[in-house]
């Protein structure tokens, strides 16, 4: 084992017949302990040290999964992803994976363990943005999204009041608690805050999900964090939905970047396995632009909501059916 190296494995989703599974491998990263201290300086220490990195290219790493091994290589960043077929049928629920690292003589250089999940076949699935949908993150101004980076720490960044409310009770909708819906947490942040933002998720009991983030960016990239990736975020979600060909996904985001026009133009492609798009009002220069595309997004049979506070959101799904009264 090389102690410099290091795999991450994220939280993985599918089925049987489709299961995928993403991660890094990096010759260097720094070691950070999960910081949930109030002090700035601890914070902006804690929040550089995510990106000072250096990822391991073209090395070698083998899946495990359920005694089935799989072999792939990384890309020039150092990032993997795992496509498969399983051997044997895969219950739904959380499985572990273990990745492996090798060198040319195929001697371990690290292992990173890491959990799939493998949704019950439920009538809804949802697939919902992070920043400014989620948690207030003020994306359309660099200054005041990097200020929320650095000022606090995962326990200490706010989510929209009745978010929670609203997610927890769409993760049953139509369904139990022990067969939830599957949630699909998509963003265009980086890689670098996988942890952060599990954390963040974790703490405010937000439905547990599989996370599907930005290329991973290095220190000197920093100020760019959250600023691109959105064609990227586009094939992401259409990958989800090409993935669960039989759910009724609906769609979550804010229109203080490229979600209405990414969520209009799946829509247009995929009409029938959509049931509804909502979209957080956060930019009112942007409400008459947002307007237009949900227009077009009606015109494709789907229930849309604008929305600005989360309880005229819950309104909308009790009233649609999506969440029973």
Request: aromatic share 12%; proline share 3%; hydrophobic share 40%.
């Amino acid at each position: 084992m090389n102690k410099s190296v290091s795999v991450k494995v994220y939280h993985g989703y599918g089925h049987t017949h489709n299961l995928v599974v993403y991660g890094h491998v990096f010759k260097f990263r720094a070691k950070t302990m999960q910081g949930f201290s109030n002090n700035l300086f601890v914070n902006i220490i804690h929040l550089l040290k995510l990106f000072v990195l250096k990822p391991y290219p073209h090395v070698q790493v083998r899946l495990t999964f359920n005694g089935q091994e799989v072999y792939r290589k990384t890309e020039y960043d150092g990032f993997f992803k795992f496509e498969w077929s399983a051997n044997e049928n895969v219950n739904a629920g959380w499985h572990g994976v273990k990745i492996e690292a090798l060198d040319k003589d195929g001697k371990i250089l690290a292992i990173g363990l890491g959990q799939v999940f493998v949704p019950h076949i439920t009538q809804f699935a949802f697939i919902s943005d992070i920043d400014d949908t989620v948690m207030v993150s003020h994306s359309a101004t660099i200054r005041r999204r990097l200020r929320e980076l650095f000022i606090k720490n995962p326990r200490t960044r706010k989510t929209f009041k009745g978010t929670y409310t609203h997610y927890t009770a769409l993760a049953i909708s139509h369904t139990t608690a022990d067969q939830p819906n599957p949630f699909f947490y998509v963003s265009s942040s980086e890689w670098n805050l996988y942890d952060y933002l599990v954390e963040i998720f974790s703490y405010n009991k937000l439905p547990d999900g599989a996370f599907l983030l930005n290329q991973i960016k290095q220190w000197r990239d920093l100020i760019k964090t959250g600023k691109t990736g959105h064609e990227g975020k586009l094939m992401r979600v259409m990958r989800i939905l090409d993935a669960f060909p039989n759910q009724k996904f609906v769609f979550f985001g804010d229109n203080t970047q490229k979600d209405p026009e990414i969520y209009t133009a799946i829509a247009e492609k995929y009409p029938k396995n959509i049931a509804a798009v909502y979209i957080r009002n956060i930019r009112k220069d942007m409400e008459e632009p947002t307007r237009a595309l949900l227009k077009r997004i009606e015109a494709q049979n789907i229930r849309t909501c604008l929305f600005e506070n989360s309880v005229d959101a819950i309104e909308h799904s009790k009233k649609i059916g999506l969440i029973a009264d």
